[in-house]
């Protein structure tokens, strides 16, 4: 078990230790008038910041997931953008609604980002910038990009056309800027 585990497991047994400690005092015949009320309180106190150490915690492993299968969902894309290129002498879609409607990625669990924190009406939950590229080009453009607010934080996934996937934050600029002046869904 990691670091984390260990620091969710301790964080609730003390919440558990602290919630016995509350029933105790208050049934308590011995504790009588303010020094059952300070006790109480205080307390309380430590229950509500056990469980504002956890809260945190438990999201924050919850974000981590999303990126990864955010992460898997680009990396079938571009498997799919691939068998489209062979197909069609290296040309990519003009959209990726064009990989469901041909049949080449019929999953639509795939299109959508599971950290998305807002709706989305659009098909995708991905910007795609390769309409009007082939695969055969020497360097590698941005491909595939999340949207805005798909992850907590400034987080983004970039699928470069070489297939190489870039872990990154939606504040800095692909390798190649100039492509995704045109994004096409």
């Not at 504002?52 to 990864?68: D, N, S, V």
């Not at 898997?72 to 489209?84: E, F, G, M, P, V």
Request: charged residues 20%; contains cysteine.
């Amino acid at each position: 078990m990691r670091l984390e585990g260990f620091l969710i497991l301790g964080t609730f047994l003390l919440g558990l230790i602290t919630g016995g400690l509350i029933l105790y005092i208050a049934f308590s015949q011995r504790i009588r008038g303010w020094r059952k009320a300070r006790l109480v309180v205080l307390y309380l106190f430590l229950l509500f910041n056990t469980f504002g150490i956890i809260l945190p915690t438990l999201g924050h492993a919850h974000g981590k997931t999303a990126r990864i299968v955010c992460g898997s969902n680009i990396k079938q894309i571009y498997l799919a953008l691939q068998q489209y290129a062979l197909d069609y002498e290296s040309h990519l879609p003009p959209g990726l609604n064009t990989l469901s409607d041909s049949g080449y990625l019929t999953g639509k669990d795939v299109f959508r980002c599971p950290g998305r924190q807002r709706p989305n009406q659009e098909f995708s939950d991905y910007i795609y910038y390769g309409a009007k590229h082939t695969l055969r080009e020497k360097t590698p453009f941005l491909l595939v990009k999340d949207r805005e607010r798909n992850h907590l934080g400034k987080y983004c996934n970039l699928l470069m056309s070489d297939g190489e996937i870039i872990y990154s934050h939606q504040d800095q600029q692909p390798k190649n800027g100039d492509s995704a002046a045109n994004p096409a869904n």
